[in-house]
């Protein structure tokens, strides 16, 4: 079993940056591969960033490529998402996930644990 709480949402503006954190309890936290989703209103939730257990491999969304990058701290049981050059598109909530599943999986439903969520907001 995993818990997850995100942090560092915010309002930004175009251009600007913001540091996500999830921070995960629960000992398998260091064997699971872990990723961000998020989802605007009226739309789907969509796949962000992945990245395996050991932090050696990472996946991203054509549309983030170049300004987020995703990292773990496996001693510290967080995992982070650096958003830079947010544009308004990037606004939406953002969620943590966690899946023991081998693989970088950019499909929500492999994932078996979410967080809450926290709010991105980029203005123009």
């Known amino acids: 079993q995993v818990q997850l709480v995100e942090s560092g949402g915010g309002l930004v503006q175009a251009g600007g940056s913001l540091r996500l954190s999830c921070a995960a309890s629960?000992?398998?936290?260091?064997?699971?591969?872990m990723g961000w989703f998020r989802q605007a209103p009226g739309k789907e939730r969509e796949f962000v960033a992945a990245?395996?257990?050991?932090?050696?491999?990472?996946s991203y969304t054509d549309s983030v490529k170049g300004r987020f990058t995703i990292s773990r701290d496996n001693a510290k049981n967080t995992v982070y998402l650096q958003m830079n050059s947010l544009k308004p598109e990037d606004t939406a909530v953002y969620y943590c996930a966690a899946t023991p599943r081998s693989g970088l999986s950019v499909g929500a439903a492999r994932y078996d644990y979410w967080g809450q969520g926290t709010q991105v907001t980029v203005s123009s």
């Open positions: 990245i395996n257990w050991s932090g050696t491999s990472t």
């Open positions: 629960g000992r398998t936290f260091s064997s699971n591969t």
